[in-house]
């Protein structure tokens, strides 16, 4: 870490000198949100807030149809694109049209909806909680899933007034769709992208938090919010790695806990990826990761004595989550570079999925080459499509 600050100290120096010399430039989208990005593409754009069960008020952004594609035209299959850890929607529209997830798919002919998680850069408001408050910062992915996932499909069918659509995500869904039956039977195709379930074998320099102590987490990050974009990050991203002399370095600390993959990437986009690579999520959240990495469960968040436990689940300990009782049919892509989803990880993972349609493991993807990767719409993206065809001619 404090390498990291040492190295973003220097940039922010030499950027300051380097900075007026002619022939950098910054790509516009380094600073729009989501709905200029699309706007900006041409795209048409919708967006809505969702509010969740327990007062959380989401983000959610739609591309109704393709550049090529009138809005009169029959009703289209929806796809849900749901973002991970630390990260937002801006995820799926980063890259250039031919290169991101939900313009392919608004492409193809598809109605696309992108989710933010609770307390990400765009999803930060509550009915009756401050986000300066702990209180509201009080969730992981037991939250997300129970509530999240839930109130943005409810939103998606109600405005399409379709009932069943593709889903693609990470791990909120393997708990949302194992515990709650009536939403799995609304997902056609879960595509699972790097899905991270147990995390017992990463090796991400993030699994450091786990050799800490709860109270030191707490101590050192507070029990509010964690790695949320700032106004530093912005100047960083806009000043500085715009800049080819500094590719080298902005690329690695884009890397630095997803696993390193410089040739898979467009480094005179790498203003753009570091203006949105970090959304935020909470401490707990990060606490809750760190417990599953110590115990290589897919478990409930441990909420530290047995008294809190009782009042959240009923029970002196947290529950498992069982894998196996996810019935929807499931798409696996890994990578063998992913530092974060490791290949262990994904192995113990695949016997537990009970209707496994398709697995691919590219041996040279990280975890961001599944949205960032430039060969990924050969890679993953054409073959996504592909069965989501397969599937409506069925």
């Known amino acids: 870490m404090w390498q990291l600050l040492a190295a973003a100290y220097w940039m922010l120096l030499l950027g300051t000198i380097y900075g007026n010399k002619k022939g950098t430039s910054t790509n516009p989208e380094a600073n729009m949100n989501i709905s200029q990005i699309i706007s900006y593409w041409g795209y048409p754009y919708e967006n809505y807030d969702v509010v969740t069960k327990d007062g959380y008020i989401l983000g959610v952004y739609r591309i109704p149809h393709g550049r090529e594609y009138p809005r009169e035209t029959a009703p289209k299959p929806v796809v849900y694109l749901q973002h991970g850890l630390i990260a937002s929607a801006s995820n799926w529209i980063c890259n250039l049209p031919n290169n991101s997830l939900a313009f392919l798919l608004a492409d193809n002919g598809y109605d696309v909806w992108l989710g933010n998680s609770r307390g990400n850069t765009w999803s930060r408001k509550h009915l009756k909680l401050s986000p300066k408050s702990p209180e509201y910062w009080a969730f992981s992915l037991d939250e997300m899933a129970k509530y999240d996932l839930p109130a943005t499909i409810n939103l998606i069918i109600e405005k399409t007034g379709q009932e069943r659509l593709y889903y693609v995500g990470h791990s909120q869904a393997f708990i949302a769709f194992s515990t709650n039956p009536e939403l799995a039977k609304r997902i056609k195709i879960f595509f699972a992208l790097a899905p991270v379930v147990t995390v017992k074998y990463t090796h991400s320099p ?40 500094f590719y080298p370095v902005c690329s690695k600390l884009l890397f630095t806990i997803t696993g390193y993959d410089p040739k898979n990437l467009n480094m005179s986009r790498l203003d753009v990826y570091m203006a949105h690579s970090s959304a935020g999520t909470s401490v707990q959240n990060m606490l809750h990761w760190a417990q599953a990495v110590n115990s290589g469960q897919f478990q409930a968040y441990d909420w530290g004595n047995p008294y809190e436990n009782m009042i959240h689940f009923h029970k002196l300990t947290p529950p498992l989550y069982n894998v196996t009782k996810m019935e929807v049919p499931t798409a696996i892509w890994s990578g063998g570079q992913d530092v974060v989803a490791d290949a262990k990880d994904t192995e113990n993972l695949l016997p537990k999925i009970a209707n496994l349609i398709y697995y691919k493991m590219i041996p040279y993807y990280n975890h961001m080459d599944f949205y960032l990767g430039q060969d990924a719409p050969w890679e993953i993206y054409q073959d996504l499509i592909g069965m989501m065809e397969e599937y409506l001619q069925n």
């Open 206 to 245: 993030i699994k450091k938090l786990t050799t800490l102590s709860r109270q030191t987490i707490k101590a050192l990050f507070g029990d509010k919010m964690f790695y949320s974009h700032t106004l530093f990050d912005q100047f960083i991203a806009t000043k500085v790695c715009n800049q080819k002399i």
